[in-house]
């Protein structure tokens, strides 16, 4: 914070006397505003040179070409700090996420004018943000080439697909992604990517927009970033919205290419399919992961989109396609934005050894319950292949009635607490059991917990998933 501190005085000639570090985002960036004698600045404090440069390289760029951008206004020596405008605190996505919980974006409203007027400035930033930039300074790499293609497939691979429990052989879904990538690689382009084209890098001063956050951008197609703003998953832009925004960039992408509207519309399809596979390996690792809610709740309308986008399409990717459709159809990944407001209780039994289940309403998950120390009937062969749904594996459970007075302790907790969200309106809370297979011990509780809510609260919904053995029912 030093570095800020000297290069605020050496550009005002002043000590800065109100500084306010602000809430990060995504990024690892120190933003601070600051002030003195009626001036204000944000400073800004990177982490890493190459990255810094990248931006002050593009935003003075921007700026030369009018581009509505923050203007870079001083830059330490070791490009380590920066001062640039302050551009105040209104995020595009802020008006959105009010207005969907205000009803939703009106058809005339200001906001769908806002909304249509910034992609109607994406051309001038592909195009004329192209002209004259050195993309050799882009940050981590200068093009959007097969490297980064594989990198984001494999990403929603590694880190969403996997973690999804769908089965799928990887070397014929590999052969797939060489082929996406061939279709997604097969026009030279040379204009600008933006990267991250959405609501949340958009500011808004004086009603009009405002782009930040464009330092990873580099060298590629048009139809990413269209992709990208349009199809932001958390935005959950009604359809007639997209097509007033589509419309909007495409009138305005006249002044710079002759426009084929049903062309554009089949090549931009493809660039939808990756930036959903890009954006869900992005939220496997925040959300599955790193356990950040924020991600995790972003899944459901990402797996909505998805599933709006595989019908009579992709059929060139057969095995992609299986695997996705496989995919879209788990009942974890279901979007209960639109639901009743009736209290669901989501009650889950789980094997330890393959992790706690994640609880996909953003809520950061319920109570887990140990059943470990209850009598294992797995240990016993004549058990080994039922589960606690099975009447043998109830007798040997209930014999002893060690499992019923550990029930009796758990509806002294559940029950209270569900009784507690009932009146305050919450629709969320998760239960899970787990023991060392997720077979016996977990599978018994989690029947008996769910039947037993069922049968005393029947005002609410009962959602019992019984993990390692894929199934859910709603009671």
Not at 11 to 27: I, K
Not at 324 to 343: I, M, N, Q
Request: glycine share 10%; aromatic share 12%; proline share 4%.
């Amino acid at each position: 914070m030093n570095g800020l501190y000297r290069l605020f005085k050496e550009y005002t000639g002043s000590e800065a006397e109100n500084v306010r570090q602000l809430t990060g985002s995504g990024s690892n960036r120190t933003y601070c505003r600051m002030e003195a004698d009626g001036c204000r600045l944000m400073g800004v404090k990177g982490v890493d040179a190459r990255e810094n440069e990248a931006f002050i390289t593009i935003a003075r760029h921007f700026h030369e070409c009018g581009i509505p951008v923050p203007q870079v206004l001083a830059v330490s020596e070791d490009m380590m700090c920066y001062l640039q405008e302050d551009l105040g605190d209104t995020l595009l996505s802020d008006l959105v996420a009010a207005a969907g919980k205000a009803g939703g974006i009106q058809e005339g409203s200001a906001l769908e004018g806002l909304l249509c007027r910034t992609m109607g400035l994406l051309p001038k930033i592909q195009y004329e943000g192209a002209r004259g930039l050195d993309f050799s300074v882009c940050y981590p790499q200068s093009s959007f080439d097969r490297r980064m293609v594989m990198f984001d497939l494999n990403y929603f691979k590694y880190c969403f697909l996997k973690s999804s429990g769908v089965e799928f052989n990887e070397v014929l879904l590999q052969d797939d992604f060489e082929r996406f990538a061939d279709e997604l690689l097969k026009e030279d382009s040379d204009t600008f990517l933006y990267r991250d084209f959405n609501a949340r890098n958009v500011m808004v001063r004086d009603g009009e927009p405002y782009f930040i956050d464009f330092q990873g951008g580099r060298r590629g197609p048009i139809y990413y970033d269209v992709a990208s703003f349009v199809w932001q998953a958390r935005a959950r832009y009604p359809q007639w919205l997209k097509e007033k925004m589509v419309d909007s960039y495409l009138g305005a992408l006249e002044s710079y290419m002759p426009v084929a509207k049903e062309d554009f519309m089949a090549r931009l399809k493809q660039f939808i399919l990756f930036r959903m596979l890009q954006v869900l390996g992005a939220y496997g690792f925040r959300g599955l992961i790193e356990h950040k809610a924020q991600f995790v709740v972003s899944i459901p309308p990402a797996m909505d989109i998805l599933k709006g986008l595989l019908p009579g399409s992709f059929d060139e990717y057969p095995y992609l396609k299986k695997v996705l459709e496989a995919l879209v159809a788990l009942e974890k990944f279901e979007d209960r934005s639109s639901r009743d407001g009736r209290l669901e209780v989501r009650v889950c039994s789980f094997s330890y050894k393959k992790g706690i289940p994640q609880d996909m309403s953003g809520n950061g998950g319920g109570y887990v319950f140990d059943c470990r120390s209850i009598h294992n009937p797995g240990r016993y062969e004549p058990y080994k292949k039922l589960t606690g749904r099975d009447e043998p594996v109830i007798r040997f459970l209930e014999e002893d009635g060690e499992i019923l007075r550990f029930l009796d302790h758990v509806y002294g907790v559940v029950d209270p607490h569900v009784e507690t969200f009932r009146g305050r309106g919450f629709t969320d809370l998760m239960v899970s059991f787990g023991c060392t297979g997720g077979q016996h011990r977990s599978v018994y509780c989690a029947e008996h917990l769910a039947r037993h809510l069922a049968e005393k609260y029947p005002d609410i919904r009962v959602r019992l998933t019984h993990r390692e053995q894929n199934m859910t029912e709603i009671l």
